[in-house]
């Protein structure tokens, strides 16, 4: 294992480019797995890392979150993986620990166990990596009693329920997050409204959404009521977190009565909150509060594998794949930073 070769893509300072370069060969600790990647995935907090060098401890870093590939070896707790799984997808925290050999932008990263998901045999890898973050953060964002408290859909594929006849806004639903978070909460028995650009709206539907709206009509926020009437909003969820956005949505849960906001860039500029709206916000925990697994691990553990094997669950946004490996990195970051549409960027890794 020592003898076999691993490069990085090596982040030097803020805002330099990505340079590939020879790296330490990373083992797995008891509770992670070693992955070789075979596809990496483009998110917006790659730029915004590279542009600022926010929440870098340490210089260089390595970016990325989304990757899938190959199970190569597993650390001596891990009893749900083996050496050798063909298929799987995985988030990649170094973002969390600090840690080089927890990043993606690499060929091999190691992760702990419980964020690794077996894919079907027969899902390009280049599919698969789309999903990971984006499963991450909107698990969280919906279904998280400190967020909006959904109740998350299972393996079992029946629908809680509580949640018939309930209505969700999800904002920015032609976005890999929102994407996510269209599919979840259909899976779940909710009848989800979002908002997308009028050559999206079908895509939307396609994921699950009940109704399409697009989010640059003047009236966007009217209309958005008119569509909930009759409706229990249960709250929205803002895939964008722009000041716009956010405001939009603001005013959307005053019109229908009040209601909780989630998102999850802690960082973006509210404006006042009217009688009867709240906000909460933040980045997916590794741990819930009493220690044990957050909620997002338990929508990976009983929720995404089963709902990519029986089709409920679909690795969307449709990947846009730049091959060439690691060295495509920073063209893919650069496509990312410039803005996509119902795609998502990713880098297919030479074998």
Not at 297 to 303: K, T
């Amino acid at each position: 294992m020592s003898t076999m070769k691993k490069k990085a893509a090596y982040l030097s300072t803020p805002k330099s480019p990505l340079s590939v370069q020879d790296a330490p060969f990373p083992r797995p600790e008891a509770h992670d797995v070693l992955i070789r990647n075979h596809a990496l995935a483009m998110n917006p907090i790659d730029f915004k890392q590279q542009d600022s060098g926010a929440m870098v401890n340490s210089w260089p870093y390595t970016l990325g979150q989304d990757i899938a590939g190959t199970v190569v070896e597993v650390g001596s707790a891990v009893t749900t993986l083996q050496k050798g799984d063909r298929g799987v997808a995985a988030l990649a925290s170094q973002i969390v620990t600090q840690k080089g050999a927890n990043a993606g932008f690499q060929l091999y990263t190691t992760t702990a166990g419980s964020m690794v998901a077996r894919i079907p045999d027969d899902m390009a890898f280049t599919d698969a990596v789309v999903l990971p973050l984006g499963l991450t953060t909107t698990a969280s964002a919906l279904f998280s009693t400190a967020y909006l408290g959904l109740v998350p859909p299972n393996a079992s594929g029946r629908m809680p329920v509580e949640n018939k006849i309930k209505l969700v806004l999800i904002w920015g639903g032609s976005s890999s997050v929102g994407s996510c978070a269209i599919q979840l909460c259909a899976a779940a028995g909710l009848m989800v409204l979002t908002t997308v650009s009028p050559r999206n709206f079908e895509y939307a539907k396609e994921s699950g959404a009940t109704e399409a709206l697009d989010y640059n009509d003047s009236d966007i926020v009217e209309k958005l009521a008119k569509a909930a009437y009759g409706k229990e909003v249960v709250g929205a969820y803002d895939a964008i977190s722009s000041e716009t956005s956010l405001a939009a949505c603001i005013n959307f849960l005053h019109a229908v009565g009040g209601g909780k906001l989630s998102f999850t860039l802690a960082s973006a500029k509210l404006p006042e909150l009217p009688q009867g709206v709240a906000v909460v916000a933040g980045r997916p925990p590794l741990r819930a509060a009493d220690g044990g697994d957050p909620i997002w691990r338990q929508v990976w553990a009983d929720f995404m594998g089963a709902g990519l094997q029986s089709g409920k669950f679909k690795p969307k946004p449709d990947a846009l794949v730049l091959k060439g490996g690691l060295e495509r990195l920073q063209d893919g970051i650069d496509l990312v930073r410039k803005g996509v549409s119902a795609k998502k960027v990713v880098v297919e890794l030479i074998e």
